[in-house]
């Protein structure tokens, strides 16, 4: 191996962490997104719902 193919190879492989992590991260914030969205939607359906005490 030259010099210029290990750079590249190092080049290649700093690429793919960087869109990796990229991905990574935009899944968790929509993940994130969902649920919060899910709890919401369930907060409001049961906000009315009590029980024989009022609770």
């Known amino acids: 191996m030259n010099i210029i193919q290990l750079y ?3 080049e290649n492989q700093d690429c793919f ?3 990796e992590n990229k991905i990574r991260e935009a899944s968790q914030q929509m993940i994130e997104r969902i649920y919060s969205e899910e709890v919401l939607d369930f907060l409001n359906r049961t906000a009315s719902i009590v029980d024989e005490k009022g609770f």
Do not use: G, R
């Open 8 to 10: 590249e190879e190092k």
């Open 17 to 19: 962490e960087f869109l």
